[in-house]
């Protein structure tokens, strides 16, 4: 005799595209992060006058590293 299952099978696929995009979104919270902080110190080893020569006020450094990360994210 046969039996017929009537029970629903469930996909994991739904836990699975969960972790895969909370992977990506740590990766990219890390390369940004990383990206920040790169351009952080890069700019913190100018001068003031080499910092004036291309527009930047040292107090401007953390806000224009937060922008930059924030575009090569996008």
Do not use: C, K
């Not at 046969?2 to 390369?31: C, E, K």
């Amino acid at each position: 005799m046969s039996s017929i299952n009537t029970v629903p099978q469930t996909s994991n696929l739904g836990l699975l595209a969960g972790i895969r995009n909370f992977f990506a979104a740590w990766a990219d919270a890390y390369a940004m992060r990383s990206d920040y902080l790169r351009t952080v110190a890069e700019l913190e080893q100018l001068t003031d006058r080499e910092l004036a020569d291309i527009g930047v006020v040292r107090g401007e450094i953390r806000a224009i590293a937060a922008r930059r990360a924030l575009d090569h994210i996008s």
